[in-house]
């Protein structure tokens, strides 16, 4: 069964430190990764996405995310945290290959941000 | 151009009471779908509907229901409410039905139920 696991519940990151989120997956074949922001009393907002190919994608808001399938990982980064970027984060993963659908996908617990002046 | 568009923001209900959340889609996509949000957890998919026909749903009871209308709007509707049914419901829409480099999920800012 799909599953998303993110270790940390609630980070916190003085403005201008580097950020890793990390997220850890469980499904059996192609997955489709992606990571989402949440600001309070917001719906969710597609940081980056990752279908195929250079395992390392690059999202909005400087943020980027690096996928190895060796260890089931795609943990987001930013090297410099700005105190916009206040928000929950979660991941998700998607099915891929024949007769998946683009709509269900399973979302991690998500992790708090907070960040520091 | 209006994104994902949810209504009411906000409703209170009391328990056994029946609820109907609407969503109207990204204007071309055919593709809508529901998700639950507990506090503290992420969403949890209820249901996908593309071209008017169910094609998922997740593990929620029976007195979940939905529906998808000819312009591709939709509805979400629960019976007998729960105080565990208290919740953000989200809505996401998509121009397609498969995955793809360019698929993505566009989300909406939620009805927010709260059960009494």
């Known amino acids: 069964a799909q599953s998303v696991t993110q270790p940390d519940i609630h980070i916190t990151v003085s403005e201008g430190a580097s950020l890793e989120l990390r997220c850890n997956y469980s499904?059996?074949?192609?997955?489709?990764l992606f990571w989402y922001v949440q600001s309070p009393g917001q719906g969710l907002q597609l940081l980056l996405k990752y279908f195929s190919g250079d395992t390392l994608v690059q999202g909005i808001k400087g943020f980027e995310a690096e996928f190895k399938r060796s260890q089931s990982s795609f943990n987001l980064r930013k090297p410099s945290v700005h105190w916009s970027d206040a928000a929950e984060y979660f991941c998700?993963?998607?099915?891929?290959?024949?007769?998946?659908?683009?709509?269900?996908?399973?979302f991690g617990r998500g992790t708090q941000l907070t960040v520091w002046p | 151009d209006a994104g994902v568009t949810q209504s009411p923001t906000h409703l209170i209900k009391t328990r056994g009471q029946h609820v109907t959340l609407r969503c109207s889609p990204i204007s071309g996509h055919k593709s809508v779908s529901w998700y639950q949000q507990v506090l503290g957890q992420g969403p949890q998919f209820i249901f996908q509907?593309?071209?008017?026909?169910?094609?998922g749903r997740g593990n929620f009871p029976d007195r979940f229901s939905a529906r998808q209308f000819p312009n591709y709007s939709s509805e979400l509707n629960v019976n007998a409410l729960l105080l565990g049914d208290s919740a953000l419901y989200l809505c996401a829409s998509s121009s397609r039905l498969g995955q793809g480099n360019t698929g993505e999920l566009f989300f909406g800012e939620g009805s927010r139920l709260t059960v009494l």
């Open positions: 509907y593309y071209e008017k026909e169910e094609r």
């Open positions: 998700a993963v998607g099915a891929g290959g024949r007769g998946s659908t683009l709509g269900r996908l399973y």
């Open positions: 499904y059996g074949a192609t997955p489709y």
